[in-house]
């Protein structure tokens, strides 16, 4: 069978992180569909990946922890496409703190960086195991390989992720399903900044760079697989 388009599902994807990726898939010739509260920053990345030659992406302005209107999403997507080729769990938020946290910022982490891509994958893997394909990224963080005095709630909710990603990984390998972290340290974006970064913008890796090793694992054979990919900022090191 030959396949037209390939379709890649973006979470927050409105700036940051996951505009990149966007912009790199969209480059790919991926058909995107980008997913984000804040609609102009959609629109805004929609129109600069059709400015830039891409295909029109698709917008679904939404909260991750919506569930009952995620799966409406998917199989919205799943309607008018028919497949989805990559899934990149993206969205995320940070709160600085461990125990002077508030109940409902911790759990907001943990619903926005871990519950949300569960049922995100959870409603996405079926369709990947009946195309016998498919590529899950989980862009999780260095703070879900090390634990860090100040910021225990990000920390936990990462840790959980990459617990849920290692699973999938040998779940879903048998089926032809890949599935890889991606673990960075500082990366230039809000987030970087909001959450009180040390490192100069310039300093920090690049969105752009996780892109870059999106599109490196894409390329590698169907018999290599990676299981994560931990990304450091050489001034980050400690
Ligand atoms: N920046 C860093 O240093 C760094 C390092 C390691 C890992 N990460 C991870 O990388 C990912 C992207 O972060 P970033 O640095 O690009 O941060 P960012 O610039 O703050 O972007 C966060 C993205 O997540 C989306 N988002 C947040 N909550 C959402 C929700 N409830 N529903 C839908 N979308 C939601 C936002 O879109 P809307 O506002 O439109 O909803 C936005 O597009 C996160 O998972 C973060 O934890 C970041």
Not at 144 to 159: D, E, L, P, R, V
């Amino acid at each position: 069978m030959i396949i037209e388009n390939r379709i890649a599902v973006i979470t927050g994807a409105g700036k940051g992180i996951g505009e990149a990726i966007a912009y790199g898939l969209a480059e790919m010739n991926y058909q995107t569909v980008l997913i984000g509260r804040n609609r102009k920053n959609l629109e805004q990345v929609a129109a600069e990946i059709v400015n830039n030659g891409g295909l029109a992406p698709v917008i679904f302005q939404l909260d991750v922890t919506d569930t009952p209107k995620m799966k409406e999403t998917i199989q919205s997507v799943i309607s008018q496409f028919g497949r989805i080729d990559v899934l990149v769990n993206n969205a995320g938020v940070y709160f600085d703190g461990t125990l002077e946290l508030a109940e409902s910022e911790f759990q907001t982490m943990l619903n926005t960086n871990l519950t949300a891509q569960f049922t995100l994958t959870k409603e996405v893997v079926p369709w990947m195991e009946h195309q016998g394909s498919g590529y899950i990224f989980n862009i999780a963080s260095r703070s879900g390989k090390t634990g860090y005095a100040g910021s225990g709630g990000y920390c936990a909710s990462k840790f959980g992720m990459l617990g849920l990603n290692e699973s999938l990984y040998h779940e879903l390998t048998p089926k032809g399903i890949k599935v890889t972290a991606l673990c960075p340290g500082w990366v230039n974006t809000q987030m970087a900044l909001d959450a009180g970064t040390p490192l100069k913008a310039e300093e920090m890796i690049q969105p752009e760079d996780l892109f870059k090793t999106i599109r490196y694992l894409l390329q590698l054979s169907p018999t290599a697989i990676v299981k994560e990919v931990v990304i450091e900022a050489p001034s980050g090191i400690r």
